[in-house]
Each structure stands twice: as structure tokens, then as C-alpha cells.
């Protein structure tokens, strides 16, 4: 059991991350470095192959001289007790397979960014003379930050020819087998372009172009079967794309790029819109012309050359004629045979002209293909083919670039006798369409109208207007009257959602006064009620409706309750009071009365009669209104008097004592 273990007294052994043919994959700790790293361990059983254990460790330490951020770092190459390993960097991720499997169809944009990673890595190993003859998604990791990272250059190959008879060797590669690998061939670097262009395949469509029940049924289609076209699983694929794998993936190694650079150059515009929409590649017809056989080894190969070579030199032997008798019989001819001959022969040619003549008058040549290619060289190609221009039309196109020919009629491939006419369909490009001014007009209308028109995006936003009714706009990203094409349009829309709304504040601590000062400021409506607390101060707000934090408009109701302090019990007060009595002193005091008095009353008496003095009382308490006579009686001296207020905390009290309807004395009384 190898988990636990110290490789080197180095490499401590965590988890199996992995495995293959030949090794297995596992998780370790540099314990010096005290980093985390991968090891990949040859299996014991392939440590016996003294020839492959070379290989493995001369390859391996080869690729060490490999310094590129898109390829895993081989630290170390070492071997413990029998046990050959590798020390490499360790990828926190998972591999290309599996990011396909999870993620496709990949974004043509994240396809190509990928790509030229991988491309950039392949082309800086064969600028150092390393060819990596197992490109597949398996041995592509993806790290966090989706970046992409190659790793097994050169060691699948050691395996691959030092144990070929092994069962389901080639199984994990044969889909991204070159064709001069399956027929036993050297490795080029344009056999891992090769296995680029199938990857690529895959990365896009999710699929492989090649599949069967084994390997070598794999292997025979990737000698013999045309390579599938991307449009026929995605088809709105840009040409361009479609052409990097047609061209990498050509049986011939001469039809496909001389180097993976120039594949990485013409990957890095694959998705620019002068490019979606060339022309499609068109590799030479000999590369599909012959049925070919799949001899994967070289005596297979051998006996297909001794079959070709027994098939020469097993001749029929002529016979030997006699040039002699030949002669004789040749004088025996007469003139008059020989004039017959001419005459036969002359009739003779004469038929086979004039049937050559009709013949060719009634022959039929299939359309071509002219579509996405310019007018001007569809022309061209059908005059070439014997063909005559007819009328041409002039159509709105989504896929067909402006200029270049939507369909004939009659269609590609149809058969017709030179001379006859075609019809061309040309691009004007994609529909345009006029933007209108849609300021004061319903978001929901405009926004509907715009969808149907097949725009890319609408996107609407909300703003807040005091001016402009709800859901009218207010504004619009492209101004009236520019012509676009909706489909690669994205308009964007204001539009106003009434008066912006106000989060109401906490009203605790305010008083009424300044309660009614907010209200105001913001357009409230604002009504006030009171009650008594125990709780909060006497004159501020006890409760508030709608709460703190509600959005609020202008013209909204506001309520808020204002506290009266605590409540005190109702009780009564007493205040005793003298009333001055003045009406002695008002007749003493005054001679002509005294006089009177004399002259009208001759018999003096020694008592005089007093004079009343009329009084009146108001109060004013809890059941009392100083409006109101409290009490009314007369004196003819200084009398006392008690007043009995009945009071609570928030009522005052208050009286006024009239004498003979002149106010004496008023006063007020509060609760205490």
C-alpha cells in the first residue's frame, strides 16, 4: 500500500488522484518544499520493461527543459526502491474531458481562448524539439481560474511502442489517433495538429468525430471516413472555426497546417466578424478519393506491397504472330476491299461524331455549391461550368454576409445541360430596422414592439420623475432615426416610475412641533393624537403609522400618537377666601347723605340700616366653565367664603369674584 508512504524520504503519499495505463496519479507533500505536488507512479507491472523504464525516465526529464505557464512543471524525476516516479506540479482542478462532459457545448469564446493555450504550450515544446503524440482532454487540466495546463509530453509514446500488444493500450488515445499513427506511421508535429483539430471538434460540439466498438474500428475510420462537418451538429457555427477543423484534421499531413503556430494564428481571429461567414475550405479531392486500408504494423504494410507487386508480374503471354504470312495475306488485298474499308470507316466516323454531338448536347452537369461565396465569383464559376446568368434578386439575409449568394435556383446539386439559366439569390444583409422616438411612450408597448422586431436585448430601467407619468419613457440609448440590425442590437430604456419614494424616518424623541415640521417638509398628511405614558417623555412621540423604514410618497397619511406624561388622579383643591365688605364705609364717607338724612328724618335714630352688597362667583375646573355663576349672594359684611376646584394633572383651575359688578379678585389654581 503506497498511500502513506515517503517516496525519497521526500514525497509523502496522500491520494490517488488518478490513474492510466501505465502509472498511477496521486496527491503528495513535498515535506522539504512543504508544497502540495502530484506524483505519478509507473505501475510495478510496467517496471519490469527495462526498454520502456528508459524511456520513461530520458522523456520524462526532457520535458523539464518545458518552462510555459500552460504547462504543468515537472520538478522532479526519481526513482525509490523500484519504484519509478515523476514529481509534478499539482493542478486543483479537473481535466478537459471532464470539463467537457460537465460544461457542453463549450462558448465558442471560452473554445478559443482555451485553444490558443493549448496551442501556445504544443508549439513552444516543438520549438523544442519534443513532439507530445497523445494530445487529448485527458491531459489537459483546467485549473481554478479555468486556465489550461498540458501535461504527459512524451511518456504516452513510450508506452505506445514498447507494449502495443498490451489489451486496450491505445483505447484512452485512438479518438485522437493520427492517421500515419494508425497505419504504424512516425509521429510529426502535424500529428499533434492532428489531434488538435479532433479536440477542438470536441471542445465545441461536446461530442467525438470517430467512434466505434475498438480500437482498431476507431482507427480504420480515422484512415478511411471523411471528417464530420461542425455545421451538421451546431449550425449556426462560424465558418471559420469549421475550417481550422477541416484543415487540421486532413487525412494527408500535407493539407493541414505546417505548424501549430500557424494553427494558434488562425484560431486568434477565428470569431472576428469578417471571419464567420468565408469561404469554405476545400481540401484537395484526393484526400477522400481512395478507400484506405489501416496497417498498423509493418508487416501488414508489407504484404499489401507483395499483393500490388504479384498482381504485375503475373502476365498473360502474348501470342507471337507470323510476320511473314502477314505479308502474303496483306498483298491478297485488292484495291477495291480496300476503297470498301475506307468507305465503312469514313461512315463509321461520321456516326461516332454525330453521337458524340448529340450526346453531349443532351449531358447534364450538377449546380455547384455557390452559396457564401461573393456574386462576383459565383458568376464566374457557373458562366465557367457553361451555365447563363438569369435574373438576380436581392434578399435581407441573418446568416449570409451582404454581396455573397444566398442559393440558386435551381439549387446546388440539381443537374442541367450547359446553356441553361440560374438564378441568383444575393445578400443585402441582415434586416435593418429604424429606431423611433419613444420618449413619452409606455415601457410595456414599446418594449413588446422591440422584442417582436427581434432585438438582442431590451433592457429597461426604472428612474424616479416628480414631472412624468408612470411608465412612460424618459429616455433611450440610440436616438431616432439610426438604422440597425435588431438582432446585434442592444437598446437600453428609462422609464419613469413616479415620484421617488421616501423611507420614512424614526420619530421617536421628535416633539409635535417638529413631527409637524417633517410632515410638511415632505408632503405628508399628517394628523397628531395624544395619550398618556408612563414610558416616554410628556410632548413626545409615543408610536408612528406606517413604522420607520416604510417607503413612503408625497400625499401619504401620517399618524403619530404624542405622549401626555404620566397619568395623575383627578382630586380637589380648596381655597378659602374673604370677601371685604364696603358698604359702611361708602355711606359714612359720603357728607351729602348725611345731610339728606338729617333734613328728611327729624326724629334721629342712633342705629342706622347697612347696605347689601350684591356677589357674584365664576369658576372654572374639570366641571365648572368660568362662563358660569359658581355662586351668588349678598353681604352686609366681610365674609368668608371656600372654593373647591376639582383638578386632574392637565387642568387648571381658575375664579373671578365680582362685588356689585366690579371685578375684586381673580385668580388661578393648578394641580399640584
Avoid: C
Amino acid at each position: 500500500m503506497i498511500i502513506g508512504k515517503r517516496l525519497s524520504g521526500r514525497y509523502e503519499i496522500l491520494r490517488v488522484i488518478g490513474s492510466g495505463g501505465m502509472s498511477n496519479v496521486y496527491l503528495a507533500r513535498d515535506v522539504i518544499l512543504e508544497r502540495d505536488v502530484a506524483v505519478k507512479l509507473m505501475r510495478v507491472s510496467m517496471a519490469n520493461e527495462e526498454q520502456l523504464v528508459r524511456r520513461f525516465r530520458r522523456e520524462a526529464q526532457a520535458t523539464t527543459q518545458l518552462m510555459h505557464p500552460n504547462i504543468v512543471d515537472i520538478f522532479d524525476v526519481d526513482e525509490d526502491h523500484d519504484n519509478h516516479f515523476i514529481v509534478m506540479e499539482y493542478i486543483a482542478g479537473m481535466d478537459l474531458k471532464a470539463y467537457i462532459n460537465h460544461a457542453a457545448p463549450l462558448p465558442l469564446s471560452i473554445v478559443v481562448r482555451m485553444m490558443l493555450q493549448i496551442l501556445s504550450a504544443i508549439s513552444h515544446a516543438h520549438g523544442q524539439h519534443i513532439i507530445h503524440r497523445d494530445i487529448k482532454p485527458q491531459n489537459v487540466l483546467i485549473d481554478a481560474e479555468g486556465n489550461a495546463k498540458i501535461t504527459d509530453f512524451g511518456i504516452a509514446m513510450a508506452l505506445f511502442e514498447t507494449s502495443m500488444t498490451q489489451t486496450n493500450t491505445t483505447l484512452g488515445s485512438v479518438h485522437y489517433l493520427s492517421p500515419e499513427q494508425a497505419r504504424g506511421g512516425v509521429a510529426t508535429p502535424k500529428s499533434d495538429v492532428y489531434s488538435l483539430g479532433i479536440m477542438l471538434y470536441e471542445m465545441i460540439t461536446g461530442i467525438l468525430p470517430f467512434d466505434g466498438e475498438s480500437p482498431v474500428a476507431i482507427a480504420i475510420q480515422q484512415l478511411q471516413s471523411p471528417m464530420p462537418l461542425l455545421s451538421d451538429k451546431v449550425p449556426d457555427i462560424p465558418m471559420s472555426l469549421q475550417n481550422i477543423v477541416m484543415k487540421a484534421t486532413a487525412k494527408e499531413s500535407i493539407n493541414r497546417y505546417s505548424t501549430v503556430e500557424e494553427m494558434k494564428e488562425d484560431i486568434a481571429t477565428a470569431l472576428m466578424p469578417s471571419r464567420i461567414n468565408e469561404a469554405p475550405y476545400d481540401i484537395h479531392s484526393a484526400d477522400y478519393s481512395e478507400t484506405k486500408t489501416i496497417p498498423i504494423q509493418t508487416a501488414t504494410i508489407k504484404d499489401k506491397i507483395a499483393d500490388i507487386e504479384g498482381l504485375e508480374t503475373n502476365k498473360v503471354d502474348e501470342p507471337i504472330i507470323d510476320q511473314k504470312k502477314e505479308k502474303k495475306s496483306n498483298k491478297k488485298v485488292n484495291k477495291k476491299r480496300r476503297w470498301l474499308i475506307i468507305i465503312i470507316a469514313f461512315i463509321a466516323i461520321a456516326g461516332i461524331v454525330g453521337s458524340y454531338f448529340y450526346y453531349t448536347s443532351q449531358k447534364t452537369y450538377a449546380v455547384a455549391d455557390v452559396t457564401n461565396i461573393s456574386q462576383q465569383a459565383a458568376i464566374a464559376r457557373l458562366q465557367k461550368d457553361g451555365f447563363r446568368i438569369g435574373k438576380t434578386t436581392e434578399q435581407n439575409s441573418d446568416k449570409v454576409e451582404k454581396g455573397y449568394i444566398i442559393k440558386t435556383d435551381p439549387e446546388a446539386g440539381e443537374k442541367l445541360k450547359k446553356g441553361d439559366t440560374i438564378d441568383l439569390f444575393i445578400s443585402i444583409g441582415k434586416k435593418e430596422f429604424a429606431i423611433d422616438d419613444y420618449r413619452g411612450k409606455n415601457i410595456d408597448d414599446v418594449k413588446e414592439e422591440l422584442e417582436k422586431a427581434g432585438f438582442k436585448k431590451v433592457t429597461t430601467t426604472p428612474v424616479n420623475s416628480d414631472e412624468i407619468e408612470t411608465n412612460e419613457i424618459t429616455s433611450q440609448s440610440i436616438q431616432k432615426g439610426l438604422k440597425i440590425v435588431p438582432s446585434e442590437t442592444t437598446i437600453e430604456l428609462e422609464f419613469s416610475s413616479g415620484p421617488a419614494a421616501i423611507t420614512l424616518k424614526d420619530l421617536s424623541g421628535y416633539n409635535k412641533s417638529s413631527v409637524k415640521d417633517y410632515a410638511t417638509d415632505n408632503g405628508f398628511e399628517l394628523t397628531t393624537t395624544d395619550e398618556f405614558s408612563d414610558k416616554v417623555a410628556e410632548g413626545q412621540v409615543i408610536s408612528q403609522t406606517p413604522e420607520a423604514g416604510t417607503a413612503m410618497n408625497k400625499g401619504q397619511a401620517l399618524a403619530v400618537v404624542i405622549s401626555k406624561g404620566v397619568e395623575k388622579p383627578e382630586k380637589t383643591i380648596d381655597r378659602k377666601l374673604t370677601i371685604k365688605y364696603t358698604g359702611d364705609e361708602d355711606v359714612a364717607g359720603d357728607p351729602t347723605k348725611e345731610d339728606e338724612e338729617d333734613e328728611g328724618n327729624d326724629s334721629s335714630s342712633s342705629e342706622k340700616e347697612k347696605t347689601s352688597q350684591n356677589i357674584k362667583i365664576y369658576l372654572k375646573d374639570k366641571t365648572h366653565k368660568i362662563s358660569d355663576v359658581y355662586q351668588s349672594f349678598s353681604i352686609t359684611e366681610d365674609h368668608d367664603v371656600t372654593l373647591s376646584f376639582v383638578l386632574d394633572a392637565k387642568t387648571e383651575g381658575a375664579y373671578i369674584i365680582e362685588r356689585d359688578g366690579e371685578k375684586i379678585e381673580q385668580d388661578t389654581v393648578v394641580y399640584e
